[in-house]
C-alpha cells in the first residue's frame, strides 16, 4: 500500500472539463470489446447516456422487507417502466418471467444476515450468470473496512477476471455500514477503489460534493436511494445526483415502498432522462399517483 505520510488532497478535478477521448456513451467503456459495450448500451440508454436501474436485491440480506413481500406484485408490474432490474440469482430465477426481455444486472456475491459472515469469498458461477443472459453482476466491495476490505475486493476482482472472459460487466457496489463515513472523501475512495479494481459500473451514494467522486471515477457512476424518504425528497436527491454527473440510479425502497410506484419510478426517470428538474417531476408524480 501507498505510503499514507505526506497525503495531499486531491483537489484537481477539472470539473466542468469533458473527459477526452469518449466515443462511446458510457464513460471509460470507449475502449471494451463488442460485447462489454452491447451490454452496458442495454443497461445505459444510448441516447442519453444514463441508466434508471430498478433495484430489489434487499431480501438476501434483510428477508422479506416492506414492499418486497411478494415481488411479483410489487416489483414486476414495475419493470416495464425501467431500464435495468437488479436482483438476485433467486429470485430472477423463482419470480421475473423471462419474458420481460430487459437487462439484469444480477446481485453476484452472496448474502448473509449475519454480519461477519457477510460475503465471504463468494461469487456465482459465471456459467450460471451466462446461462440466465445476465448485462452485468454486482458485487459489495465494503472500501475501509478492515475486516471485510479485503474479502471483498477479493470478490469483486474474481467478478472482473470472470466477466472479462465472457464480456460481462461488472458493478461494484459501494458498501456503507454504521461505522463508516458517508461523504465525498469516504465515497471519491470507495469509487475509485472499485474502478481500479476493474469495476465497469459503480453504485455510490449521493452525498455534497459529489461531482468530485464523478470526476474521480473513470467509470459511471450510479446512486442508491438509501432508505424511504418523503417521495419531493427522493426526487430532489436523484435531481442533485444527476445534475452532479451521474449516469443514473439503482434504486429501490423510494420506489417500491412509494405510495405510487409505478408514478414515483416514471418521475425518476423524467429526472434521469428527460432533465426534469425535482418540482417538474414531483409534479408529475401527484399528477399520475
Ligand atoms: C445494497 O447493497 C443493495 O444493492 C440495494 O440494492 C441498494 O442499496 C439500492 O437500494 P436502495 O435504493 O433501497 O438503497
Given amino acids: 500500500m501507498a505510503d499514507m505520510d505526506g497525503f495531499r488532497e486531491a483537489n484537481n478535478f477539472g470539473l466542468g472539463k469533458a473527459v477526452e477521448q469518449q466515443n462511446f456513451h458510457v464513460k471509460g467503456a470507449a475502449n471494451l470489446s463488442w460485447g462489454m459495450k452491447d451490454r452496458l448500451s442495454r443497461i445505459f440508454n444510448p441516447k442519453t447516456g444514463k441508466s434508471v436501474m430498478l433495484a430489489c436485491d434487499h431480501g438476501f ?5 416492506s414492499g418486497l413481500e411478494r415481488i411479483d406484485l410489487s416489483i414486476v408490474p414495475l419493470i416495464e417502466y425501467a431500464d435495468c432490474l437488479m436482483c438476485t440469482r433467486g429470485v430472477l430465477q ?7 426481455n430487459k437487462p439484469i444486472c444480477l446481485r453476484s456475491d452472496a448474502g448473509s444476515t449475519i454480519l461477519t459472515n457477510l460475503n465471504d469469498n463468494v461469487v456465482i458461477d459465471i456459467q450460471d450468470a451466462v446461462r440466465m443472459n445476465v448485462s452485468a453482476m454486482a458485487v459489495m466491495v465494503a472500501a475501509g473496512d478492515e475486516n471485510f476490505e479485503a ?41 475509485r477503489v472499485c474502478a481500479e479494481n476493474g ?22 457512476v450510479v446512486i442508491a436511494g438509501g432508505k424511504k424518504l418523503p417521495e419531493k425528497e427522493a426526487l430532489e436527491l436523484c435531481y442533485k445526483a444527476i445534475n452532479a454527473g451521474a449516469a443514473g440510479v439503482d434504486m429501490g425502497r423510494n420506489v417500491f415502498q412509494s405510495e405510487a410506484p ?12 428527460e432533465n426534469y428538474t425535482a418540482e417538474q417531476a414531483y409534479e408529475m408524480f401527484n399528477d399520475l399517483k
Avoid at 94 to 100: E, G
Fill in 262 to 273: 409505478v408514478a414515483m419510478i416514471k418521475a425518476v426517470y423524467a429526472v434521469v432522462h
Fill in 151 to 191: 474479502k471483498t475486493v477479493a470478490n469483486l476482482y474474481k467478478a472482473v477476471d470472470m466477466g472479462a472472459r465472457y464480456g460481462i460487466p461488472v458493478m461494484g457496489v459501494t458498501a456503507v455500514g454504521k461505522t463508516m463515513a458517508r461523504d465525498a472523501r469516504y465515497f471519491s475512495l470507495a469509487t
Fill in 61 to 65: 440480506i434483510m428477508g422479506p422487507t
Fill in 199 to 220: 469495476a465497469n459500473i459503480v453504485k455510490s451514494y449521493y452525498c455534497d460534493g459529489f461531482e468530485k467522486i464523478v470526476a474521480g471515477c473513470p467509470v459511471p
Fill in 94 to 100: 423463482a419470480v421475473i418471467p423471462p419474458t420481460t
